[in-house]
């Protein structure tokens, strides 16, 4: 796939959800799938996603694979010094053979920051100031300074130093983030919370921006993250997914907040129906056929799918039939200009026995 700008190009996104041990499985599953490659999620104190730390992690899985892309999304900055981050990309850049990808976050105002020191101050005002620190740090410069409200310190040798300019996606919610990478060219990290219409008016006010700073934004690159539910058919899909993703999400309030409040709940039963309208369900024709039309709509190409949904019990399948059924459909899709291929294999009309 990769090359072809107008075809959609599949990773996994992964929040081990189900565990470290199972995450290192899906990876190692996503790589024999055939697929391009894998992001990790990071969270902290929350057992919606249980990787603590998605550099470390993706090092892990890049000693246990040989071919696939392992990238963060997104290490979340503001509870990180951004020259520690920068080195330990530039470490795992180096030791792959250039196969890590690094995304980074702003996170949210959750205990976080006063566990690991950085504070609200940082969250809210320092982003772009720690962004813009990194940047440097991983542009190739021989050394770097800093002289700022959050980052100060004399002029040191980058060591070591990338042998190019490593690129950086921002995962971006908020009007604040998307305007701060589109000045920057930076491609971004867009979530699974939002469908294709909220997405490509995020994307057109992105444009916007980067035009106005003198920047190309056809020539960004960036990724959207997509709930992948592959079944028989949609129906099917549906009864599986209504029934995992409830308990799942609802693990989302575990979530603390920095100055003791609750946070602001989601109706979690049309949260769930929202997710199921806005992504990709039923058939690998089906799914292929939504992520091109997405693809269409957004022009993103770069798609992760979100597997875990479907629990545990489930996902092995549903990588295995990402690489065998969908891959091909998406293809086929492509080919035929938007037409869908005949119908599935035996993967998907037998092979997906948990999802009826």
Not at 18 to 30: D, F, K
Not at 94 to 117: I, K, M
Not at 153 to 166: M, S, Y
């Amino acid at each position: 796939m990769a090359g072809d700008r107008d075809q959609p190009e599949v990773d996994l996104f992964l929040l081990a959800a189900h565990g470290l041990p199972a995450t290192v499985g899906y990876a190692r599953a996503a790589e024999a799938a055939g697929l391009g490659g894998v992001w990790l999620a990071e969270h902290h104190f929350i057992s919606y996603g249980q990787c603590p730390s998605a550099t470390t992690l993706a090092g892990y899985l890049l000693g246990a694979t040989s071919r696939i892309a392992v990238g963060t999304a997104a290490a979340v900055l503001s509870n990180r010094h951004p020259v520690a981050l920068a080195e330990e990309t530039i470490l795992l850049d180096t030791v792959s053979g250039g196969r890590f990808r690094l995304g980074v976050a702003r996170g949210g105002p959750w205990v976080d920051l006063t566990v690991f020191g950085t504070g609200l101050d940082r969250y809210q005002q320092g982003f772009a100031e720690a962004l813009d620190l990194l940047r440097r740090w991983l542009s190739g410069a021989a050394t770097v300074d800093a002289d700022g409200e959050f980052f100060t310190f004399q002029d040191v040798p980058v060591v070591p130093r990338p042998a190019r300019p490593i690129p950086i996606w921002a995962a971006a919610t908020s009007p604040a983030t998307v305007a701060l990478a589109a000045s920057r060219a930076l491609p971004l990290l867009l979530g699974v919370h939002d469908d294709d219409a909220a997405k490509a008016a995020m994307l057109a006010r992105y444009a916007d921006i980067a035009a106005e700073h003198g920047h190309d934004p056809a020539a960004v690159p960036h990724a959207s993250v997509h709930l992948i539910g592959l079944a028989d058919d949609r129906a099917a899909a549906l009864r599986q997914l209504r029934r995992t993703l409830p308990p799942w999400l609802a693990t989302t309030r575990e979530y603390v907040r920095i100055d003791g409040t609750p946070p602001v709940h989601r109706d979690l039963a049309a949260y769930v129906e929202h997710l199921l309208r806005s992504h990709p369900l039923g058939s690998a024709q089906e799914c292929a056929a939504h992520l091109a039309a997405s693809a269409a709509v957004t022009g993103v190409h770069r798609q992760l799918l979100m597997v875990e949904g479907v629990g545990p019990a489930a996902v092995d399948e549903q990588i295995a039939a990402v690489g065998a059924e969908l891959l091909p459909a998406l293809a086929g899709t492509h080919q035929t200009g938007g037409q869908l291929p005949g119908s599935g294999s035996a993967v998907v009309q037998g092979g997906l026995q948990r999802l009826r």
